[in-house]
């Protein structure tokens, strides 16, 4: 993945062609059961993965919509719900009624492998895609009943180092299982730091026990805006060392738009090309644009491989490639004029040819080719 632009596909559950858009992909986050053997047959080489939310309930392995409701796991399985601090509200996620259940149980990891992993790996996938492993306690878990007593694992609150490092524990026993099957899959967690930097202890222990990133938060903080200043940065680093590690990493960027805008694409582009190495997709979507086969004109860029890491100079951020040049300008209020190199001639993603200065707003990124 070395040259130009690569592409992955989040879910598919809007494709019907499977076998014809396969070639486009280095990836797939989420791959429909039914899909499989098509992808496969588009793509010898793309990487399938099968799709749970990390601890809730996700129904059946073929049918995802199977999942159980409060009555059902407090007759089997009472001391997996995973509750709020009243002791009485399960902590469900994003409006989701499938049931959170307490991850730090191990039996959970065996029922997982049990109901998800083991049928994905006779089924020809590559990868378990674990969703919404958080950092952060978003959802004020709290705890959980042993035997009818309750017991508090958690405050509640969103920095818990508790729940920071069940979750560790938590992926270090499934990768370890994971890997154990007879054909063995790969865990890829959607992954969201919580504002931990990139460097900190904790980060790195995660990163031992998986096997790559999917980044939905992307440069564009999940459609909340767009990701600035030093935390664009950090991103820019996190996604160096993560491929520093000849791990996979997929970076999703949703924007909250009707449609996408040439500007939004590049700044997505650009910023993805800051950080791109041997290993690293991108994926642009509008919010929660999942599951369609959605490829726009401007990944065809053949801008070559980089030939340097990102450096700084004119206020903004600068990658050199073979066939072209990526530029960012993080800032979230400042707008700068840079002025390209003497003797060089460059044209945009549409073909037109680049003036020796370039205008760049706040959080804004530009793509360019290496013009005849």
């Not at 990868?127 to 009943?145: E, F, P, R, S, W």
């Not at 997709?281 to 369609?292: D, K, P, R």
Request: charged share 15%.
């Amino acid at each position: 993945t070395w040259n130009n632009i690569h592409l992955f596909q989040s879910f598919d559950y809007s494709i019907s062609n499977p076998a014809d858009i396969a070639k486009h992909y280095d990836f797939v986050w989420g791959a429909a059961v039914s899909h499989v053997a098509a992808i496969r047959s588009g793509n010898p080489k793309i990487y399938i993965s099968y799709y749970i939310p990390f601890h809730r309930d996700n129904g059946t392995f073929s049918d995802n919509s199977a999942y159980h409701d409060l009555t059902y796991w407090k007759a089997n399985h009472p001391d997996w719900i995973l509750y709020k601090c009243d002791r009485v509200t399960p902590a469900y996620e994003f409006g989701d009624p499938n049931m959170p259940l307490d991850f730090a149980n191990p039996a959970l990891v065996s029922w997982q492998i049990q109901s998800y992993a083991q049928p994905a790996s006779e089924r020809g996938y590559d990868a378990i895609a674990a969703d919404n492993v958080d950092l952060q306690n978003i959802y004020h878990a709290c705890g959980v009943y042993i035997h009818g007593k309750w017991v508090q694992r958690y405050s509640g609150q969103l920095d818990d180092p508790q729940w920071r490092a069940d979750i560790v524990i938590w992926l270090a026993r499934m990768q370890q299982a994971l890997h154990h099957l007879r054909h063995p899959l790969a865990l890829i967690p959607n992954l969201a730091l919580g504002g931990l930097p990139p460097g900190d202890r904790l980060v790195q222990q995660v990163m031992s026990h998986i096997d790559g990133v999917l980044d939905e938060d992307g440069f564009t903080d999940g459609a909340r805006g767009y990701l600035t200043g030093s935390s664009w940065v950090q991103r820019i680093q996190f996604m160096e060392s993560v491929q520093a590690q000849y791990k996979p990493y997929y970076v999703v960027n949703q924007f909250q738009v009707p449609s996408i805008s040439r500007d939004q694409v590049q700044w997505a582009l650009a910023s993805y090309l800051m950080g791109k190495e041997h290993t690293a997709a991108v994926f642009i979507s509008t919010y929660q644009g999942y599951g369609a086969d959605t490829r726009y004109n401007e990944y065809n860029a053949q801008i070559g491989s980089p030939q340097d890491n990102m450096y700084q100079s004119q206020n903004v951020y600068w990658r050199d490639y073979s066939n072209g040049l990526s530029i960012v300008n993080p800032d979230p209020g400042e707008t700068y004029e840079v002025t390209l190199r003497a003797g060089r001639k460059y044209i945009d993603l549409y073909g037109n040819p680049a003036g020796q200065t370039i205008t760049l707003p706040p959080h804004s990124g530009i793509v360019l080719l290496t013009g005849s």
